[in-house]
């Protein structure tokens, strides 16, 4: 959702410079055309020095006729889908997210972003001057949607029906989706700035080569994330609930468990490390599999707890906790392999086939893990769940930039891609009720008397 701004930002006041000495200034400019003002520069330099160069298809000397539009349209589709599956998924909860293992339509939102903001971060910083200025500017961005995202996620506002606000600061929620995606926005520049070599690019094997540390951090990444998972013992746990909704008395609930490698709801790591780290009354309070079989008589969507249901089937979880995270900034830095595609290859079919094999890959490594029991799991950020997300991410971006890019055809998209270069304004109005609660607070002599109950959102009081 802020994945556009982020990198919109990001080029606010970082200056380019090439060895010619000229100085391209990122301030109002989307990222793709700036890129291409970088490359003209750069280009025209080259040609000269080297006319064979000049002559392959593949090679990064020949500029693009026009910028990418199918960035944005990308960006604008996911988009659109996040508000269809946020207010459809109530009354169709088959779209809505799975609520433990399996894959769903809005599934596939966060990936999509992450996976975005990563292909933006290839374009914006192909060439840096002063890696320790772009370092300063990378982690003060971060620090300004951190703050944001806790602003709109952390509890402060009450949401739809409800016109007070405030938040104890001794149950605030510390993450959520703007500050998932600011830590992977982080980790990809840090990645893109500092981890990269001088290694010149003709082919998909010294593409690779030039930037193989970022390959590295992937797999880092990955085996924390794995032996975390499958390796932390998980001991018995227990958490507070009200006896009723109107009562303030506590009753304390106890959790067995005692296992490791579980990824069940009760017993996994990710929620253990999150229960240890920013404690259990710092989670999200409406956990996912709320919506399971053994926790609603409704399932998949959320209802009255069954006779005998789990003692676990209340307790917080964070479906944007810290372990689950860090198998997430994965998906942004594949994401920056794929925007490195865009810099090194102007060859339409070569970039289509640098992008198609390694996403048909990885939705053929994800679904071969979920069927040896890895499941394919959003909550946990599972392997296999960022495996087959990213490798349909990649192949859509590709169907996108063929229809978009190649053919041109823009008339039937030219609504997504205004969507996808304001999606975190939409993404703050619409996706975090900011727009409904501001409208809701005009009211006619009593407050369940506002507009949106007029348009039948929300519930009038009496």
């Given at each position: ?152 996620q952390g509890g402060y506002f009450h949401g739809i029906n409800n016109l007070t606000y405030g938040v104890d ?77 109107s009562s303030e008395v506590q009753e304390l609930v106890k959790v067995k468990c005692g296992v490791r490698g579980?990824t069940g709801p009760a017993c996994n790591a990710a929620g253990m490390i999150d229960r240890v780290i920013l ?184």
């Amino acid at each position: 959702m802020a994945s556009y701004q982020l990198i919109k930002e990001g080029g606010g006041g970082l200056d380019m410079k090439g060895n010619n000495n000229c100085t391209v200034r990122i301030d109002d400019d989307d990222v793709e055309s700036v890129f291409q003002r970088i490359n003209q520069s750069s280009s025209s330099s080259s040609s000269s020095s080297s006319p064979s160069h000049r002559l392959r298809p593949k090679a990064s000397s020949t500029q693009p006729s026009s910028r990418l539009v199918s960035l944005d349209v990308f960006r604008g589709l996911t988009v659109v889908l996040m508000i269809i599956v946020d207010d459809a998924g109530g009354i169709l909860p088959s779209i809505n997210h799975s609520p433990w293992n399996g894959l769903t339509l809005a599934d596939f939102v966060m990936p999509f972003f992450l996976f975005m903001v990563g292909v933006s971060l290839g374009l914006v910083y192909k060439n840096m001057p002063c890696k320790a200025t772009a370092s300063k500017k990378a982690i003060f961005r971060t620090v300004k949607f951190l703050i944001l995202g806790v602003f709109l996620q952390g509890g402060y506002f009450h949401g739809i029906n409800n016109l007070t606000y405030g938040v104890d600061m001794g149950q605030i929620r510390w993450m959520g989706i703007l500050q998932r995606i600011a830590i992977a926005y982080l980790v990809g520049a840090m990645c893109e700035i500092w981890l990269r070599n001088d290694e010149k690019v003709g082919s998909g094997l010294s593409l690779f080569k030039k930037y193989q540390w970022h390959w590295v951090m992937v797999f880092m990444l990955t085996t924390v994330y794995l032996v975390l998972l499958y390796g932390l013992y998980v001991p018995d746990w227990s958490y507070q609930v009200p006896l009723s909704a109107s009562s303030e008395v506590q009753e304390l609930v106890k959790v067995k468990c005692g296992v490791r490698g579980n990824t069940g709801p009760a017993c996994n790591a990710a929620g253990m490390i999150d229960r240890v780290i920013l404690g259990i009354q710092h989670l999200y309070r409406k956990p996912i599999y709320a919506r399971t079989h053994q926790c609603s008589m409704n399932s998949p969507d959320y209802g009255p707890l069954p006779p005998n249901a789990p003692s676990w089937c209340q307790a917080p979880f964070d479906p944007e906790g810290l372990l689950s995270t860090v198998m997430a900034l994965a998906t942004c830095l594949i994401g920056v392999q794929y925007g490195h595609v865009i810099v090194h290859f102007k060859d339409h079919k070569y970039r289509l086939l640098q992008w198609l094999v390694p996403s048909s890959g990885f939705i053929i490594l994800g679904v071969l893990c979920n069927i040896f029991g890895m499941h394919i799991n959003k909550a946990l950020y599972s392997f296999s769940y960022m495996c087959v997300t990213t490798g349909v991410a990649g192949i859509l971006l590709a169907s996108i930039y063929l229809v978009v890019d190649v053919y041109g055809y823009r008339r039937f998209t030219m609504v997504l891609e205004w969507m996808g270069m304001n999606a975190l304004v939409i993404y703050v109005l619409v996706a975090c009720n900011i727009l409904p609660l501001i409208l809701q607070g005009f009211y006619w002599n009593h407050p369940g008397n506002n507009i949106l109950s007029l348009i039948g959102i929300g519930k009038k009081t009496h």
